[in-house]
């Protein structure tokens, strides 16, 4: 039996991908959408069936649940499934089912959550399982509903799922949260910085205004002050930011000098939300005028922890 202490994501996932597995299943305790987005996205062409067995003992945040909607619906690749029963599962399965030629399943148990700190940040063991008992687990799942159920409110309670509903003129619910507990932030200038009356012509909210590019592409910049921090994770790795509005987005840190905050998988997601909320018609040039009559020339980030962050533009 094989035992692996390090390179978890390499060992675990992606060497079993790129021999030609596709479909993927998994228990565990905690998941993050972050870690999962990294896999489902940077795998095109994996199925994941995940069950997360910690959901009503220490309930997953309403935002998660809209994530995990969201890329199942972008995806269609992915499907998620919540505890709902007495004895909580603190287990952590991987199972490549049986697909075309292969021999047999492929299993590993041990102690990593389905998260980037399982996989990635921290210490964990995952070792090789008999396949043959790891399939019927899956076989006598128990006591899971699917993430899409209509009423799936009367099973699983989310973190936050009333604050989430008071309106935006009322305040966001997360927003008040964020603030009350002094979460470390800093604010991100969305004019520039030599002169606070100017907007970027080719860049930050106008990055796609030049020749040969989607005209709504746009990226946050960020100010040295940050990015000489460890606010943020590395550069390149996934995280959530959440809005005050209520919408979401897989961001990452990119540019030379970590200088840009952008949406990995299509540049032109964080231009067409500002030039929405901002009123402006998409593909547009922002102006900061349009800022002037918004009234407001920047953004604040607020750091939940390593892959969860709070954007308020309220």
């Given amino acids: 039996m094989l035992v692996y202490k390090d390179r978890l994501f390499n060992n675990i996932i992606l060497n079993p991908y790129n021999k030609g597995r596709r479909k993927l299943k998994v228990i565990t305790a905690y998941a993050s959408p972050a870690f999962l987005h990294h896999v489902l996205y940077g795998l095109n062409e994996i199925e994941i069936e995940m069950y997360i067995g910690m959901t009503k003992y220490q309930p997953i945040t309403v935002w998660d649940h809209k994530e995990y909607l969201k890329m199942a619906s972008e995806t ?40 980037r700190n399982g996989y990635v940040n921290y210490s964990e063991i995952m070792a090789e399982a008999d396949p043959i008992e790891i399939g019927n687990i899956f076989n006598d799942i128990g006591e899971y509903i699917d993430f899409k159920h209509p009423n799936i409110e009367e099973y699983i309670t989310f973190t ?54 989607e005209s709504n592409q746009a990226y946050i910049p960020i100010p040295k002050e940050v990015y000489t921090t460890d606010f943020f994770p590395d550069k390149k790795m996934q995280f959530n930011l959440i809005t005050d509005d209520g919408e979401s987005f897989t961001c990452v840190v990119a540019q030379e000098n970590n200088k840009a905050l952008e ?43 390593n892959e969860t962050y709070f954007m308020d533009f309220s």
């Fill in 263 to 305: 949406t990995p998988e299509d540049n032109s997601i964080l231009g067409k939300y500002f030039r929405k909320r901002l009123n402006v018609p998409l593909g547009s040039f922002v102006r900061v005028e349009d800022l002037d009559r918004y009234g407001r020339h920047h953004v604040t980030i607020y750091k939940i922890n």
């Fill in 76 to 115: 269609n690749r992915l499907s998620v499934n919540y505890f709902y029963g007495e004895r909580p599962v603190h287990s952590k399965i991987i199972y490549w089912e049986q697909e075309g030629l292969f021999a047999s399943e492929l299993a590993f148990v041990g102690s990593a959550n389905f998260t």
């Fill in 160 to 213: 936050y799922q009333s604050d989430l509903k008071s309106s935006e003129k009322e305040g966001s619910g997360l927003g008040k949260i964020v603030k009350e507990k002094e979460y470390k932030h800093f604010d991100f200038p969305l004019t520039i910085k030599s002169d606070r009356r100017k907007i970027h012509q080719k860049s930050g909210l106008n990055w796609g205004q030049r020749p040969d590019r």
